[in-house]
Nanobody
Framework: QVQVVESGGGLVQAGGSLRLSCAASGSFVSINAMGWYRQAPGNQRELVAAITGGGRTNYADSVKGRFTISRDNAKNTVYLQMNSLKPEDTSVYYC??????????????WGQGTQVTVSS
């Protein structure tokens, strides 16, 4: 099993920056990927950015050039640096961990979510 601690959400003015962190811990064989998703009211949950253990990244088109995802494998932590924030970035952001359990099966784990609000 895995647990995550999310931090860094908050309220910021348009054009400002926030840095989200997600630290995973628990009992697992390996973490295959970590990422951030967001879900605003009335919308489907969508990928914001993700990164594999090998460092390959994937970004939503809407955040390319503004957001940067990185990870510290030794700490099982992923970071999302969000710059030039826009009101449309307002959402609940959820950390996602794709991991291989000790039973050798693969699982997803979702954090509780952290609110990001960008005022205009």
């Amino acid at each position: 099993q895995v647990q995550v601690v999310e931090s860094g959400g908050g309220l910021v003015q348009a054009g400002g920056s926030l840095r989200l962190s997600c630290a995973a811990s628990g009992s697992f064989v390996s973490i295959n990927a970590m990422g951030w998703y967001r879900q605003a009211p009335g919308n489907q949950r969508e990928l914001v950015a993700a990164i594999t253990g090998g460092g390959r990244t994937n970004y939503a088109d809407s955040v390319k050039g503004r957001f940067t995802i990185s990870r510290d494998n030794a700490k099982n932590t992923v970071y999302l640096q969000m710059n030039s924030l826009k009101p449309e970035d307002t959402s609940v952001y959820y950390c996602n961990v794709k991991y291989r359990g000790r039973n050798w099966l693969d699982y997803d784990y979702w954090g509780q979510g952290t609110q990001v609000t960008v005022s205009s």
